[in-house]
């Protein structure tokens, strides 16, 4: 048979989903290896649980929105007139700069 607990209401429905106090059970009935976990759940240890699993759906919803979002954008977001330009003064102007920092010690910060 199995049990589920209705945090809502407070109580235990069966497989039937017919309520179950707790008087109407017997303890050697059936017993579980980890008895002492599943006694000190409580029904406010539920409801976190169930907030908790609403916050995970929302935040990955939300994810999965800002993804599709990102996915849509243009591959470029802003051109430049002056781009050629750019592109001439920053290429050798990095690779000058690698150079120069490819021949620093990381010791002694010298160059070598």
Known sequence: ?????????????????TA??????SAD??????????DSLTPELFTELYKLQE?????S????TLQEKIDSLPTS??????KEILDSITA???AEEKK??????????TEK
């Open 29 to 38: 009935s059936h017993t579980h290896d980890n008895k002492a976990v599943l």
């Open 61 to 64: 919803e939300k994810i999965h």
């Open 100 to 109: 120069k920092l490819a021949g620093i010690s990381p010791e002694n910060g």
């Open 77 to 82: 977001m802003h051109a430049h007139k002056n």
């Open 92 to 94: 050798p102007y990095t």
């Open 1 to 17: 048979m199995s049990i589920a607990y209705d945090v809502e209401n407070d109580f235990i429905l069966d497989a039937d989903m």
């Open 20 to 25: 179950l106090s707790t008087g109407e059970t």
């Open 55 to 59: 916050f995970e759906d929302s935040t």
